[in-house]
């Protein structure tokens, strides 16, 4: 019996682990309880008063290119408005940095038109350098290397390998090691940048550390996100968690993942404290 208790512990441990935010599951609007998590600047959310809920703001009314991209399918970004989104087909972008400057949950292209996440090409099949150096495949990042294009699996791979220069966004040059090198929470030295997360070259849209600023000691650190509070949990989770209550004194920070997994933790928890 003790050994049933260790391996469900060890087997939910692992489904709850995460070292990185899977920014596919960031919270819809009506999953938000908590009223500051939905007046929350970064989010195209609104809270009304009347309903006391939480409610999507329409695509026309969103002024930040930001907001839109990120909206769950919703809205997508084209002559700098926002506009409701029908099918990734729509949206015109002759490459995938046109069509992810549109709406991240298109990353593809068929030359004309945006495409879904399922036509994102692997890192193996791109023959062209300058292709593969620009692409986000499913798997994560690709670079050239070898006359061969490849998931990139470092940071410090980019310069070493005559690659295009530093990622702006999941990696960083240090000058004194002359290197490019990963992101990490600690290169962060400001509170207003910790929140963000620290991105990172692996698999498209799953691929953020979350961070945390520890005041006691000044520094940015690693997050748990289950560990964050109410005035943090959906800011520093990049929206994929919420406060699970109406009071910041109550509750918790969960996760807007699916709720089948959720049970599934849940009835694992239940079986182990019955053994």
Request: charged share 15%; net charge negative.
């Amino acid at each position: 019996m003790h050994s049933i208790q260790i391996i469900l512990i060890i087997s939910t441990a692992s489904l709850i682990k995460s070292t990185t935010l899977d920014l596919n599951n960031r919270c819809k609007c009506s999953e938000l309880i908590y009223s500051s998590d939905c007046y929350n600047g970064f989010s195209d959310c609104s809270w009304n008063t009347h309903q006391n809920q939480c409610v999507d703001v329409a695509c026309s009314d969103i002024e930040w290119s930001n907001h839109c991209i990120w909206s769950s399918n919703r809205c997508y970004w084209l002559n700098k408005q926002c506009h409701d989104f029908t099918s990734c087909e729509a949206i015109p972008g002759k490459d995938q940095s046109e069509c992810i400057a549109a709406n991240v949950y298109c990353p593809a292209s068929n030359g004309i038109n945006c495409l879904s996440m399922q036509y994102q090409q692997k890192c193996s099949d791109i023959k062209d350098p300058d292709t593969c150096n620009d692409y986000y495949s499913p798997q994560g990042k690709c670079m050239w290397k070898d006359q061969n294009c490849i998931i990139l699996q470092s940071c410090n791979e980019l310069w070493t390998n005559k690659t295009k220069s530093c990622l702006l966004n999941a990696c960083y040059f240090d000058a004194q090691s002359f290197m490019c090198k990963d992101m990490t929470c600690s290169y962060y030295t400001m509170e207003s940048q910790c929140q963000f997360g620290a991105p990172t070259p692996g698999p498209y849209l799953n691929n953020l550390i979350p961070c945390e600023w520890n005041t006691q000691t000044g520094q940015c650190q690693e997050a748990n996100p289950v560990d964050l509070n109410a005035n943090n949990c959906y800011s520093n989770s990049a929206m994929t968690y919420h406060w699970s209550s109406s009071k910041s004194s109550k509750g918790g920070c969960v996760s807007c993942k699916s709720s089948i997994l959720s049970i599934f933790i849940g009835l694992m928890m239940m079986i182990i404290m019955i053994m």
